[in-house]
T-cell receptor
Framework: GAGVSQSPSNKVTEKGKDVELRCDPISGHTALYWYRQSLGQGLEFLIY????????KSGLPSDRFSAERTGGSVSTLTIQRTQQEDSAVYLC????????????FGEGSRLTVL | AQRVTQPEKLLSVFKGAPVELKCNYS??????LFWYVQYSRQRLQLLLR??SRESIKGFTADLNKGETSFHLKKPFAQEEDSAMYYC??????????FGSGTQLTVLP
């Protein structure tokens, strides 16, 4: 597709359930990022992939959060045993290798944990 | 550590008035600074970067290393400028560090 695609766009779940959020990057973009956007908190960095490897996982808030990327393309962010504080918009962004700064964002997945 | 501070969560100005969105950063190396914008119901997108020294949609931003600032300015605000603006810092880490954002409202 022409842009970064994320699914689902909206997810409502019950506390304690697991959720998976998916990101389809722009073709050829080898760098992929996950951010979390909470009201009043700005964008919080979660994890960065270069190809299939994740050299920077420093932003994952707890061991309930994990992410993987396969084939240097699609990435999945998994949150296990969701908590109410996990409610936020999860944004995926990608860029070309070697081009710093210009990230192309998806529309986000809005997660609501009841 | 990299840090970006946007002191104003909300900013309102009247159409035609000048606007300045403040951004301060903390970084020990040579920074790369960016402004991103998110219009209502649209995805976050790059507005401008300091290295380009360009004006986009009438906005400019100058990197002041002495004051560690990268404020975004426009001499005459328009209603279509109403949006959420994020300042971002690229440093030694490959990821961008974003500020908490400023919601700009331009009143008619």
């Amino acid at each position: 597709g022409a842009g970064v695609s994320q699914s689902p766009s909206n997810k409502v779940t019950e506390k304690g359930k697991d959720v998976e959020l998916r990101c389809d990057p722009i073709s050829g973009h080898t760098a992929l990022y996950w951010y979390r956007q909470s009201l009043g908190q700005g964008l919080e960095f979660l994890i960065y992939f270069q190809g299939n490897s994740a050299p920077d996982k420093s932003g994952l808030p707890s061991d309930r959060f994990s992410a993987e990327r396969t084939g240097g393309s699609v990435s999945t962010l998994t949150i296990q045993r969701t908590q109410q504080e996990d409610s936020a918009v999860y944004l995926c962004a990608t860029r070309l290798a070697g081009v710093t700064g210009e990230l192309f964002f998806g529309e986000g997945s809005r997660l609501t944990v009841l | 550590a990299q840090r970006v501070t946007q002191p104003e969560k909300l900013l309102s100005v009247f159409k035609g008035a000048p606007v300045e969105l403040k951004c301060n950063y903390s970084y020990s190396g040579s920074p790369e600074l960016f402004w991103y914008v998110q219009y209502s119901r649209q995805r976050l997108q790059l507005l401008l970067r300091h290295i380009s020294r360009e004006s986009i949609k009438g906005f400019t931003a100058d990197l002041n290393k002495g004051e560690t600032s990268f404020h975004l300015k426009k001499p005459f605000a328009q209603e279509e400028d109403s949006a959420m603006y994020y300042c971002a810092l690229g440093g030694s880490a490959r990821q961008l560090t974003f500020g908490s954002g400023t919601q700009l409202t331009v009143l008619p």
